[in-house]
């Protein structure tokens, strides 16, 4: 069984910074994409940012210049570095991984989420 492991959310004020984690734990034979999303109250859930294999990434244009995605191949780990947050950016973060299991099948697998808050 596949799980994602998030830590690392909390409340901040506007203008300071955090770190997010997602361990991937369990059989995958190898992982794609990774990736955070974001649900605001009222909001769909939105991309935040993604790193494929490779180490390329996309961010959301409203997150550009303030947060890096970034993955520790070894470890199975994806984090996001907040910077310059700001009250928009509060939200319950969540973490997503494209795998490849040893069927040879890809799927998609979610984290249970963690609350950033962000206060003015």
């Known amino acids: 069984q596949v799980q994602l492991v998030e830590s690392g959310g909390g409340l901040v004020q506007a203008g300071e910074s955090l770190r997010l984690s997602c361990a991937v734990s369990?059989?995958?034979?190898?992982?794609?994409?990774m990736g955070w999303y974001r649900q605001a109250p009222g909001k769909q859930r939105e991309l935040v940012a993604v790193?494929?294999?490779?180490?390329?990434?996309n961010y959301a244009d409203s997150v550009k210049g303030r947060f890096t995605i970034s993955r520790d191949n070894t470890n199975d780990t994806v984090y996001l570095h907040m910077n310059s947050l700001k009250p928009e950016d509060t939200a319950v973060y969540y973490c997503?991984?494209?795998?490849?299991?040893?069927?040879?099948?890809?799927?998609?697998?979610w984290g249970q989420g963690t609350q950033v808050t962000v206060s003015s």
């Open positions: 369990g059989r995958v034979f190898s992982i794609n994409s």
């Open positions: 790193i494929a294999s490779g180490g390329s990434t």
């Open positions: 997503k991984i494209r795998a490849r299991r040893d069927n040879g099948l890809e799927y998609n697998y």
